[in-house]
């Protein structure tokens, strides 16, 4: 199982960057999926979370700027970013829950993490 996390790049304060996370290999199913992102010297705090049934959670500081969302049919997450401030800087990484076969147990996978750079 592999995710693979693009979209990043450098956006001046104000604009908007779209994340992608598209999961491969052997899937049974993928329940929750999820935005981490880590800036230098700080810990990876949760941005933004969707269930398989499509229910999302957002930390307090993206509420009303960012938007996750998936396509079941197609293993993919996004995560709409818009209003980008300098503290938005950080590396991104996706984040799924899943099971590769029936009856297996859920573990957690990791995307490699794309960079985010927002510039004042």
């Known amino acids: 199982v592999q995710l693979q996390a693009s979209g990043g790049g450098l956006v001046q304060a104000g604009g908007s960057l779209r994340l992608s996370c598209v999961v491969s290999?052997?899937?049974?199913?993928?329940?929750?999926m999820g935005w981490y992102r880590q800036a230098p010297g700080r810990r990876r705090e949760l941005v933004a979370a969707i269930t398989s049934g499509g229910s999302t959670t957002y930390t307090d500081s993206v509420k009303g700027r960012f938007t996750i969302s998936r396509d079941n049919t197609k293993n993919t997450m996004y995560l709409q970013m818009n209003s980008l401030k300098p503290e938005d800087t950080a590396t991104y990484y996706c984040?799924?829950?899943?099971?590769?076969?029936?009856?297996?147990?859920?573990?957690?996978?990791w995307g490699q993490g794309t960079l985010v750079t927002v510039s004042s």
């Open positions: 984040n799924a829950d899943l099971a590769i076969r029936a009856g297996a147990i859920r573990s957690q996978y």
């Open positions: 290999g052997s899937i049974f199913a993928i329940y929750a």
